[in-house]
């Protein structure tokens, strides 16, 4: 199936094309058309067009819009699913999940730009005031480019590009290589969809000097991007005055308290870690256990993980299917030879064959150790020994990222401390950092990136800016 672009309304092949290969198997699933600079510049040029029409379309109108492309989703939901897997490798239980929670999205974008509202103010509340008509309103900011990685290759483009359009703009979407298909299908029910302004979205894909002319243009007022630090450093480098919001991933970690409920937390942490073959930005990374149930825990995370199913994608009960690519599989196994070389012990797993690579538990691991303090982005975690949640929570904040910590305990004093004094930009009590709900405020600090997704909050910080009347 090929992967065509979209300017605009207007669908387009190219001769140039490239292959996606399934991640379990090696089959081509998919072509898509390679881009140029050409392209980007058509494509900034449509869409800067479109935007001055965009913002008048009547609000019912894009309501309608989302609504239509959400009900569509979910009449296509096994046919979605599964080009997911396809494209990706992710076990086709969660890509139902990923599925439903993109329609979640769609329609959490819809019900949000209702409550997006100005503000009156009187003017004579200073003496040097007088007597107007005076308020400020909400309006689209023009064009936003939306970059998306592969592990979400469907729901983190609805986080994207649902609110962007829905608040009035025209969106520029370049999905990941590894998912061209996901992202096709998704555009295509945008713009057959009857209510759909002209021109309101554009699909391109990766090709020599793309990138650089989307980012450093100044036809885009938001960039919206979701992937590595190294990539979100040169985008705000050569952005130039435009909004720039960054979900650029992190080091997720959680404490098991003595209080804490050993079972539960095994079962979760073992979720945490393991799911999507821990390709999330939120995956359990860093597990801190206190030293007094140290081992009582780890035989039951060892338990827990031993009895997740690894194995191939189409499978029901498959929890753990292939890593993305073979580079991806190669880090993987550099992480865990590097701690065992630094004094780190095997629990399990490690084992892998072509893309598989088996859920692995590492203990014994300290702070110097490059395991915990790079982002892993591979189904590895760590166990560190504790003696005190202060010593937990100095080590968890010690990141130079913040997306996600959480905490295990029965203890409402230290959950209310671990609310104040973890630093990250969510917070996470009796269950894994993992835990995301889409309606949410989500994003990181320090170097987790920049702005909040979720429909309502990326409607305020980013698809919508304030514009000040006074009528005298």
């Known amino acids: 199936m090929k992967a065509k672009l979209y300017f605009g309304s207007i669908c387009k092949d190219k001769e140039e ?52 492309v959400a ?50 103010f009187d003017t004579t ?23 998306t990685p592969f592990n979400f290759p469907l729901n983190l483009v609805a986080h994207k590009i649902a609110p962007a359009l829905v608040a009035g703009n025209a969106v520029i979407l370049k999905p990941t290589s590894q998912a061209p298909r996901t992202a096709y299908e998704f555009v295509k029910f945008f713009i057959e969809s009857p209510y759909a302004p002209k021109d309101a979205l554009s699909l391109i894909y990766s090709g020599e000097g793309v990138n650089e002319t989307l980012i450093t243009s100044d036809i885009p007022r938001v960039i919206s991007f979701t992937g590595s630090v190294g990539v979100g450093q040169e985008i705000m480098q050569k952005a130039g005055i435009k909004k720039v919001a960054l979900e650029l991933g992190g080091n997720a970690a959680t404490y098991i308290d003595a209080s804490a409920n050993i079972a539960l937390a095994a079962k979760r942490c073992a979720v945490g870690a393991f799911i999507n073959s821990g390709q999330v930005c939120i995956s359990l990374q860093r ?24 194995g191939s994608p189409y499978d029901e009960q498959t929890f753990i299917g292939p890593m993305v690519n073979e580079a991806a599989v190669e ?61 937990a929570k100095e080590k968890m904040n010690a990141s130079m990222y913040g997306l996600q910590y959480s ?66």
């Open 125 to 147: 509340a200073m003496p040097s005031g007088k007597k107007s008509l005076a308020f400020y309103k909400r309006e689209a900011v023009g064009v936003v480019l939306a970059i």
């Open 17 to 68: 094309q490239k292959e996606v290969r399934s991640p379990y198997d090696g089959r081509v699933v998919s072509r898509f058309s390679v881009s140029n600079e050409d392209d980007a510049r058509e494509i900034l040029h449509i869409a800067r067009k479109a935007s001055s029409q965009t913002k008048l379309v009547p609000m019912h109108q894009r309501v309608s819009w989302l609504l239509d």
């Open 407 to 472: 905490i295990f305990c029965n203890d409402l004093s230290m959950a209310q401390r671990a609310i104040d004094e973890l630093e990250a930009g969510g917070i996470v009590i009796n269950d894994i950092p993992t835990l995301r709900f889409d309606l949410q405020p989500y994003g990181g600090i320090k170097q987790s990136g920049i702005g909040k997704e979720g429909p309502y909050f990326a409607l305020l910080d980013d698809y919508t800016q304030i514009k000040s009347v006074v009528i005298c």
């Open 331 to 391: 880090k993987a196994k550099r992480w865990v030879q590097s701690a065992m070389n630094e004094g780190a012990k095997l629990l399990c797993g490690a084992k892998f064959k072509d893309l598989m690579f088996e859920p692995t538990i590492m203990a014994d691991v300290t702070d110097a150790m490059q395991i915990v303090c790079e982002e892993v982005f591979a189904p590895i975690v760590s166990l560190i020994k504790v003696a005190h949640y202060e010593e």
């Open 287 to 310: 597990i801190y256990v206190h030293e007094s149930i140290y081992d009582s825990f780890a035989k039951a995370l060892v338990e827990e993980t031993k009895s997740l199913q690894v």
């Open 71 to 120: 009900q569509k989703l979910e009449s296509m939901r096994a046919k979605m699913a599964l080009c997911i897997t396809e494209e990706v490798g992710k076990p086709i239980t969660f890509s139902r999940i990923e599925v439903d929670r993109c329609i979640e999205t769609i329609r959490l974008s819809a019900n949000a730009i209702t409550h997006v509202n100005g503000e009156t």
